[in-house]
């Protein structure tokens, strides 16, 4: 699978944007996917997933409440609502997806996803 990300931009803190992660290639029906985010001299970190139908998601504690992760598989498209976003939300946010059964669980592990997506650039004005 093909994943593209888009969406990132510059916004006041307390603002929303939302992502979108477009995929090609195999049935991205059969993907579970998920972001993932990294900032400036900081480790590359989870922020949401979802499972291949959509019905389990998860989510860092950092976001929880806040961000809100849906996927559109008849578009072949992943979201990521922000809201009341933070300056330490400012990161480069990519997506990424794996194969998986239907009764699969999310999973938080970067190690565990087998197609990254490049990724939009968030940034977050105090």
């Known amino acids: 699978v093909q994943l593209q990300a888009s969406g990132g931009g510059l916004v006041q803190a307390g603002g929303s944007l939302r992502l979108s992660c477009a995929a090609s290639g195999r049935p991205f029906s059969r993907h579970a996917v998920g972001w993932f985010r990294q900032a400036p001299g900081k480790e590359r970190e989870f922020v949401a997933a979802?499972?291949?139908?959509?019905?389990?998601?998860a989510y860092a504690d950092s976001v929880k409440g806040r961000f809100t992760i849906s996927r559109d598989n008849a578009k072949n498209t992943v979201y990521l609502q922000m809201d009341s976003l933070k300056p330490e939300d400012t990161a480069v946010y990519s997506c990424a997806s794996r194969p998986t059964i239907l009764s699969a669980l999310v999973t938080t592990t970067p190690g565990e996803y087998t197609d990254w997506g490049q990724g939009t650039l968030v940034t977050v004005s105090s």
């Open positions: 979802i499972t291949r139908g959509g019905g389990d998601t």
